[in-house]
């Protein structure tokens, strides 16, 4: 039985749009980026997704409750000769608890392919041995299909060749392969477990290249980034402080 589903707020048309799926990962990477997307583009948050096996919080953003996995978008049509080529994002702060991974997944590629959606690319960082302070992360993307790849290829992010990618973005890729469905992971490198907003900020320089007619600019995050990690590193410790909490009180009153 699947536990996730999705609740739309507003009817938006997402025909040939790019879903960008944002839950962290290592240094965060995928919920910062995510995060600025969100701001940068000023995206309408349309929905939420929903499961009894979330962690139960609100998120508290300028003054509104929110639900801890969130959907945004953009209604405006900037495709060439006017089809709608518009920017989804499904943006969490908290990791999916893993008996949720698979349904999450499925329930992801079904409304992907309800709202005719072209691709979902997953955000991911991936922890490198400690370097010099000055290191530039490498940008690394796998793809599902051989359209995929040779997008991967034209804009310059380096395949992945070898490797394991865990959880939601390795279920999405696998789905995808055996699917036919268009899904990019893209990888940032990070040296370190806690958020890392300059690797985000590179994953971002590569996006903008996948969406030519939406500008993602990826220097002010740069300027924003030791504000972003604290936001996000509180609201980490908060998840942890209220799972502590809870795992005095009998589970099936959170069922």
């Given at each position: ?18 879903v960008?799926?944002?839950?962290p ?21 349309i ?14 953003h ?9 959907l ?21 702060e908290f ?13 992801l590629?079904?409304w ?11 955000l991911?960082?991936m ?23 040779k ?7 380096i ?10 973005s390795?279920v ?75 795992s ?7 069922r």
């Amino acid at each position: 039985m699947n536990t996730v589903s999705i609740v739309e707020y507003t009817e938006i048309d997402l025909s040939n749009a790019l879903v960008v799926i944002a839950f962290p990962s290592v240094g965060l990477v995928g919920s910062i980026a995510g995060s600025f997307i969100v701001k940068q583009l000023e995206l309408e948050e349309i929905g939420m997704i929903h499961s009894p096996d979330f962690l139960p919080v609100t998120i508290i953003h300028n003054g509104k409750p929110s639900p801890p996995v969130r959907l945004y978008a953009s209604k405006k049509k900037c495709g060439p000769n006017g089809s709608c080529e518009q920017l989804a994002v499904v943006l969490s702060e908290f990791a999916p608890p893993p008996k949720t991974i698979r349904a999450l997944a499925d329930t992801l590629l079904w409304w992907a392919q309800t709202k005719k959606c072209k691709i979902i690319l997953t955000l991911e960082g991936m922890q490198i041995p400690k370097r010099e302070d000055n290191y530039e992360s490498k940008i690394f993307g796998v793809g599902s299909t051989p359209g995929i790849k040779k997008i991967l290829k034209k804009n310059g992010i380096i395949p992945t060749k070898e490797g394991i990618i865990v959880g939601l973005s390795g279920v999405l890729l696998l789905e995808g392969a055996v699917q036919k469905r268009d899904i990019i992971c893209m990888l940032a490198e990070t040296q370190t477990a806690y958020p890392d907003s300059r690797a985000a900020a590179r994953l971002l320089e590569k996006i903008d290249k996948l969406l030519p007619l939406i500008k993602i600019e990826a220097e002010p995050l740069y300027k924003e980034a030791e504000e972003i990690e604290k936001k996000i590193t509180q609201y980490i410790k908060t998840s942890k402080t209220a799972s502590s909490s809870l795992s005095t009180t009998p589970s099936s009153m959170y069922r």
